[in-house]
């Protein structure tokens, strides 16, 4: 256990006091598990928490004797998506899109839930997104048990900009959108996640350490929540995507909470 830094910086950028940062601090992910893959196994599974199709043209390939989508190289999680010149049908998910590529992702074995027993979350990372017509790259959390909750810390739909959304049903969204310098360079994205009555938590949004944006989280209370960084393609970052090879790569990648 340990109080992070990261907690006095928190303070300090939104004047919460520093009473509610006071609690002992707890690393849930620490920054090294893309160190082997011992360490990612133990801390993330492969795919997504439902399977290998999601909502756009990419099906999810990876296991710990299949690394063709899913690579570590020198403390860095590389997903790759590659397109597929056969028919390999549609997904087995809304909208159920034709499948044309074939990419990575992993979901965190721990969940996120903020509780009267954790009541403040750290969830971060750096990373290298695709940003060209037809990637779509995340790093989010989801609901276990239903849809919404909902959180989105980096989302590129095709473009340069990201999206940091917090989903509240389906209708009811906030979305702060930014426009990143040279998404395939280094970044760091961030959400910290605070309960702040009985069933609402506030998200705070932060890009390259600057605070972009709090949303309210209705109902996030007691929910606990997948985190999820995949590569999809197409779909809401639109069509045709890239013939070539497209890579998003990620470090340093953490989750964290208070015990009250």
């Not at 990372?125 to 959180?151: C, K, M, Y």
């Not at 990143?180 to 605070?194: E, L, M, N």
């Amino acid at each position: 256990m340990k109080i992070a830094a990261s907690a006095l910086a928190f303070v300090l950028v939104t004047g919460i006091p520093a009473a509610a940062n006071a609690a002992a601090w707890e690393d849930v992910i620490s920054t090294g598990s893309f160190g082997s893959y011992g360490a990612l196994e133990s801390e993330w599974n492969y795919r997504y928490p439902w399977g290998s199709d999601h909502n756009g043209t990419a099906r999810m390939y990876a296991s710990s004797s299949d690394h063709n989508h899913v690579a570590l190289s020198g403390g860095v999680l590389t997903l790759k998506a590659t397109r597929i010149s056969w028919n390999e049908g549609n997904s087995g998910a809304s909208p159920y899109l034709p499948i044309r590529y074939h990419s990575g992702a992993i979901h965190a074995r721990e969940h996120v839930v903020a509780t009267n027993q954790f009541p403040n979350w750290e969830v971060k990372g750096d990373f290298q997104a695709p940003s060209t017509r037809g990637t779509w790259p995340a790093f989010w959390l989801t609901g276990v048990n239903s849809w919404p909750p909902e959180s989105d810390i980096l989302e590129f739909k095709g473009d340069n900009r990201n999206w940091f959304n917090t989903f509240r049903t389906s209708n009811d969204v906030s979305s702060s959108i930014v426009g990143v310098s040279s998404p395939g360079s280094w970044h760091t994205y961030r959400a910290w996640i605070t309960k702040v009555n009985n069933t609402d938590v506030d998200i705070h949004y932060y890009l390259d350490g600057k605070w972009i944006a709090k949303h309210t989280g209705k109902n996030f209370v007691g929910k606990p929540l997948w985190v999820i960084i995949n590569l999809q393609m197409e779909g809401s970052s639109g069509s045709p995507g890239p013939t070539a090879e497209t890579v998003y790569r990620a470090r340093n990648v953490y989750i964290g909470r208070t015990r009250a």
